[in-house]
């Protein structure tokens, strides 16, 4: 899971699921070298396994946690408040802390609690008054936020022992590969299909990932040559040529035993190709 979502060349799947956690359109313009990560590999609690960026200027970070860990939560603030420093530049105002989303994917019981997602943010009530303290209009033109908790750290606790039933929502589709390392062909999510391919491509044998690898490399020369040869107004039956060639491939894939499903998610076609 850590290797899908870090592939750069696969932005797409990283957008998708975030973007249905969030329920908001995510735009990751790079994933970041943790500098803690650079200075001491031996501390874990420092490590982060995927820090990105998004248009807004925020930092996410994610982690993808097996082993159980009592003090998680507190190695959660950690891992916060480390990537606020790092991104503070000397002397500059507190107004342009970055903001950091936490996301935390446990496959470990932590705490107690019947949900499989929890939520946190940071809000301000009243003692006596019960209200919620809110930013005045200053505050929002300064700051560029509309809430108070819009500032400070998020955490997403996204518990994947505790997701026991079917999906019945987009980001159920995404907890549910999650958890079983398996995606349905009628699951819609953002992302959910292109992550389909490259879980199945990961899962292959290393032979049969050489073999697709070169046939990409193969598609990529002859498009090159056609390019160059005969200029983008001449290009009458590409597309025709490949879906055959996808074709060709998925059917190499099926003949060594891949479910058709599968061998057509690798080779990026509709499994319905392959049965007629």
């Not at 809110?134 to 300064?142: A, C, G, R, V, W």
Request: overall charge negative; hydrophobic content about 35%.
């Amino acid at each position: 899971m850590k290797r899908l979502l870090r592939s750069k060349a696969n932005f797409e799947i990283l957008e998708g699921f975030l973007s249905e956690l969030l329920g908001e359109d995510i735009l990751v313009l790079d994933i970041l070298e943790s500098e803690s990560n650079k200075e001491r590999r031996s501390d874990k609690f420092n490590r982060v396994d995927l820090k990105v960026k998004n248009r807004k200027g925020e930092i996410i970070i994610i982690e993808v946690q097996f082993e159980r860990e009592l003090d998680y939560l507190q190695r959660m603030l950690y891992g916060t408040s480390r990537v606020i420093t790092e991104h503070q530049k000397e002397g500059e105002a507190y107004a342009k802390l970055v903001k950091v989303i936490s996301v935390n994917i446990l496959y470990f019981d932590l705490g107690h609690g019947t949900d499989y997602i929890y939520h946190g943010t940071t809000s301000f009530t009243g003692t006596h008054d019960h209200d919620k303290l809110q930013l005045n209009i200053s505050q929002q033109k300064q700051f560029g936020k509309s809430q108070i908790n819009h500032i400070y750290p998020e955490y997403y606790l996204i518990r994947i022992n505790n997701f026991n039933r079917m999906a019945t929502t987009s980001l159920d589709e995404w907890i549910y590969f999650l958890k079983n390392e398996e995606i349905k062909d009628e699951f819609k999510a953002k992302g959910i299909q292109k992550a389909k391919q490259s879980f199945s491509l990961m899962s292959m044998p290393e032979e049969e990932q050489l073999a697709y690898a070169r046939y990409q490399d193969d598609l990529r020369y002859e498009a090159s040559l056609v390019e160059s040869n005969y200029g983008l107004g001449r290009m009458e039956g590409k597309e025709e040529g490949r879906i055959e060639g996808k074709l060709e491939v998925a059917n190499r894939l099926v003949e060594k035993g891949m479910s058709a499903e599968e061998a057509a998610a690798v080779a990026g076609i509709d499994a319905e190709l392959l049965r007629h």
